[in-house]
């Protein structure tokens, strides 16, 4: 499985962006794929997933309401629409995928094998 990001990018605090993730190598359709951020010093935390046959969604609290996850129709990519960003939002974001995950687990970054590159957030105030 091979996972590329894109979309990063700088933006003032209130701003908007979307990211994106290109995933090959496998059909999705068991899949779970989520986003994670690791911001400088910190660990790599869940922002959010997607449950790829039925698009049933998770997020992290933190972004409950200003974050959208969702996947295209024909294509084999995921986005993560990011509104009202805070600087706190500032962080490289990484797009994961995982099959046979059940959804209790969908925010343990341990038991995602398939991990893309990263793409740099930074929020300014």
């Known amino acids: 499985v091979q996972l590329v990001e894109s979309g990063g990018g700088l933006v003032q605090a209130g701003g908007s962006l979307r990211l994106s993730c290109a995933a090959s190598?496998?059909?999705?359709?068991?899949?779970?794929m989520g986003w994670f951020r690791q911001a400088p010093g910190k660990e790599r935390e869940f922002v959010a997933a997607?449950?790829?046959?039925?698009?049933?969604?998770y997020y992290a609290d933190s972004v409950k309401g200003r974050f959208t996850i969702s996947r295209g129709n024909a294509e084999n990519t995921v986005y993560l629409q990011m509104n009202n960003l805070k600087p706190e939002d500032t962080a490289v974001y990484y797009c994961?995928?995982?099959?046979?995950?059940?959804?209790?687990?969908?925010?343990?970054?341990?038991?995602?094998?398939?991990w893309g590159q990263g793409t740099l957030v930074t929020v300014s105030s």
């Open positions: 994961a995928a995982q099959s046979g995950l059940i959804v209790s687990s969908v925010s343990r970054r341990d038991l995602y094998d398939n």
């Open positions: 190598g496998d059909t999705f359709s068991n899949y779970f």
């Open positions: 997607i449950r790829w046959r039925s698009r049933h969604t």
